[in-house]
């Protein structure tokens, strides 16, 4: 809504259909601005991936500023086999990002936004068990999909990281932050009982949507934090990461092992 206020041109990639057609007549009749479509993305889906990149590439001549948005907590399998919050939350951005990379370049002073969360702290990247099991957890359990969130959140600030290193002498720079706990349907995917114990007291810490997108529109627009690419923000500044978090070596090794994984060359 932001973005379309201030007169961009915003494509909504989006899973659900219906979802995202109600939220782009709402856009842009509030906003006045006819410049705002919806595009099918699934991030369960490396296919679905490539199919929509592959789309916006022909359609669409610039690319300045791509938001990373999704992300979702439960277990489950995506459409590849991988763990649902590892496929989704990081694999199918990882993938997209990567496709859209050229565009960015072309495009000037353009960034890559990569919503995280403070979670990450609780998160770790084991690679064995990656390789055994296409996913960081062993498990679905309801503890094995929050922690699978926390390990994909970790993922995102990783990935930002090693993006960062990689688009270093380009234009392109990039951001990771945590944008609070949102009043979204972001618990859909949790067992009952789990959102029955996490719900009350995420509605004492609860930002509504608007607020929520602060974060994430300050690392979008903010002028002068280019030399704070590949850093991690939170309430709109600069904020510090868990140790594993700022592990070069362990980036690298998530990027190479996600290149694999979505089968590039």
């Known amino acids: 809504m932001d973005l379309a206020k201030r007169g961009a041109r915003v494509i909504l990639a ?53 938001i990373n948005n999704a992300g979702l907590m439960g277990t489950g399998q995506t459409e590849d086999g991988f763990g649902l919050a590892f496929g989704v939350n990081h694999l199918g951005h990882f993938l997209l990002t990567y496709l859209l990379l050229e565009r960015l370049k072309q495009s000037g002073q353009s960034r890559v936004v990569n919503v995280s969360a403070l979670l990450h702290r609780l998160g770790t990247v084991d690679f064995a068990t990656l390789s055994a099991h296409k996913d960081l957890v062993t498990g679905q359990s309801s503890w094995h999909g929050f922690m699978a969130y926390c390990h994909s959140k970790l993922c995102n600030v990783l990935f930002t990281r090693e993006l960062a290193n990689r688009l270093e002498g380009t234009s392109v720079t990039c951001y990771s932050l945590h944008p609070g706990v949102i009043n979204t349907e972001f618990c859909r995917n949790m067992s009952l009982w789990l959102r029955l114990l996490l719900m009350p007291i995420f509605r004492l810490l609860f930002l509504d949507p608007e607020a929520g997108a602060q974060t994430t529109l300050h690392c979008a627009l903010q002028e002068g934090i280019e030399l704070f690419s590949g850093r991690y923000f939170s309430s709109c500044s600069l904020q510090g990461v868990s140790s594993k978090a700022r592990d070069d070596g362990l980036a690298k090794k998530l990027w190479e092992v996600s290149e694999r994984l979505c089968g590039l060359p």
Request: proline share 2%; charged share 30%.
């Open 14 to 66: 989006c899973r659900n259909k219906q979802k995202a057609e109600a939220a782009v007549y709402d856009i842009r009749r509030e906003s006045g601005n006819s410049e705002v479509l919806y595009m099918q993305l699934d991030l369960g889906s490396l296919k679905s991936v490539r199919s929509f990149a592959e789309t916006f590439l022909k359609t669409e001549p610039r690319l300045d500023l791509l």
